[in-house]
């Protein structure tokens, strides 16, 4: 520390353009947050290409640890933003994936993408939350939003995923208990579902209705074959609020209004307000920021789920 210096205090420097440029202080938000609210990538993401010195702030690299405010201009890659201005509003699509597609932008074996699919748009990027792997199908859902896609996704949240399962063989009432109560042991830890129903079946085929708040990579599959059940077919119904609608077929994409986007950015504790606010750190609260850092969605009831209404059961859990 330079000499003079005190702990919290902000380091300031000259930019070749004559911007002051504050690292680690009290004031404005993280860059990665920003870049991230802006729907250029997730906030690991960004920290990858901060750490690469694929980002700059007023002309200068960025560091690890920055922090931006109103009118700082950050260039990342191709994209330039400036910060505190007006942003798009959060958009938010969802797709039902067919399987066969991979959820990614950057595959070596070039197989058809999910990302393909979607509308292209411009000043802005689809970011993908959760993923399915290559054999499932099912519900997937893609928002411009950085900060609603973290909430979704991060572990802390708790968000419900649901799933429809078709396996080989029936589990017993022992195994059923073990995957709900005890849980079961995988390579990476121990899993169990939150719920588990019995949807019936016919011959050696028998569908399951699961529910559990983590995304681990192919937890459902690994689960039901430590179990001994190998699973023949897997559909995700249901991801927080957001129901899989029996209209929306396979390869099909359908973006939601603008009143159940404000829906699921209230229900996970971003209001319209807060979104906008977000923008421009010096009028965002930073109490009421850390409220909603604190806040998890509650659990999910049939009321108030997007898609609910239009959705019509089968035997199997599924109509397609």
């Known amino acids: 520390m ?3 210096a005190r702990s919290g205090e902000s380091r300031v420097h000259d930019s070749p353009t004559g911007v002051k440029l504050t690292e680690d202080k009290s004031h404005g938000e993280k860059l990665q947050k920003v870049l991230a609210q802006a729907g250029i990538g997730s906030r690991r993401m960004m920290e990858e290409w901060i750490a ?7 002309g200068v690299a960025a560091t690890l640890g920055m922090r931006v405010s109103e009118g700082d201009l950050i260039k990342a890659d191709h994209r330039t933003l400036r910060v505190g201005e007006k942003q798009h509003a959060a958009r938010v699509m969802i797709y039902h994936k067919p399987e066969g597609e991979i959820v990614s932008q950057d ?10 699919k979607l509308p292209k ?9 959760g993923r399915l792997d290559f054999n499932t199908s099912g519900l997937l859902i893609f928002t411009t939003y950085g900060e609603l896609a973290n909430r979704l996704m991060h572990p802390r949240f708790q968000v419900e995923r649901e799933y429809a399962v078709r396996v080989q063989g029936t589990l017993s009432e022992a195994q059923m208990n073990q995957a709900l ?15 588990l129903e019995d949807q019936g079946g016919e011959g050696f085929n028998h569908w399951y209705r699961v529910m559990l708040k983590e995304g681990r ?6 689960t039901f074959e430590a179990l001994g059940l190998p699973v023949s077919r897997l559909i995700r ?3 927080g609020i957001i129901d899989l609608p029996p209209r929306l077929k396979r390869g099909m994409t359908a973006e939601l209004a603008k009143s159940e986007v404000a829906q699921i950015l209230d229900w996970t504790g971003i209001s319209a307000e807060s979104q906008r606010a977000s ?4 009028k965002s609260d930073p109490t009421r920021s850390e409220k909603r850092k604190r806040h998890a969605p509650a659990e999910t009831g049939s009321a108030g789920r997007i898609g609910t209404a239009r959705r019509n059961k089968s035997k199997s859990g599924v109509n397609h």
């Open 181 to 195: 109560n005890k849980g079961v042991e995988l390579e990476d830890g121990w899993a169990k579902f939150d719920k």
């Open 217 to 222: 990579n192919r937890i459902v599959r690994r």
């Open 2 to 4: 330079k000499k003079g």
């Open 237 to 239: 119904i249901r991801f």
């Open 121 to 129: 748009l411009r000043g802005q990027r689809w970011i993908a939350i």
């Open 52 to 58: 690469s010195g694929r980002v700059s702030v007023n």
């Open 279 to 282: 923008h421009d750190p010096r």
């Open 107 to 116: 595959d070596p074996e070039k197989r058809p993408s999910v990302f393909d």
